[in-house]
């Protein structure tokens, strides 16, 4: 079984950066896409990126392409937000799945491990 554990949400304003942290424990996890997820009040849960296990592809939505960047050392990856908007106010989880990064985005059901989530609030 794996654990995920997110780290580095706050509260910040906008314009300003944080790195978010995901760590994995109970196994190792190579094979697996790692990404990230976000659910804002009263809206659905939603893709923000991926990377591929060995970390050379990446995946981004559109919202947060050129703002964000996703990178992974094997069994911890890490988003580096920057430019961050208060629409980007959302509680942010990681996933680890084994299909391919591509389509992360559309396995949020199937997607076979998930932290806890950890908030991020951007003040206007």
């Known amino acids: 079984q794996v654990q995920l554990v997110e780290s580095g949400g706050g509260l910040v304003q906008t314009g300003d950066s944080l790195r978010l942290s995901c760590a994995a424990s109970g196994r190792t996890l190579n094979g697996y896409t790692m990404g990230w997820f976000r659910q804002a009040p009263g809206k659905e849960r939603e893709f923000v990126a991926a990377?591929?296990?060995?970390?050379?592809i990446a995946h981004y939505a559109d919202s947060v392409k050129g703002r964000f960047s996703i990178s992974r050392d094997n069994a911890k990856n890490i988003l580096q937000m920057n430019s961050l908007k208060p629409e980007d106010t959302a509680v942010y989880y990681c996933?680890?799945?084994?299909?391919?990064?591509?389509?992360?985005?559309?396995?949020?059901?199937?997607?076979?491990?998930w932290g806890q989530g950890t908030q991020v609030t951007v003040s206007s």
């Open positions: 996933a680890a799945d084994l299909g391919p990064a591509q389509y992360l985005r559309t396995r949020q059901a199937a997607i076979q491990y």
């Open positions: 990377i591929s296990w060995r970390g050379g």
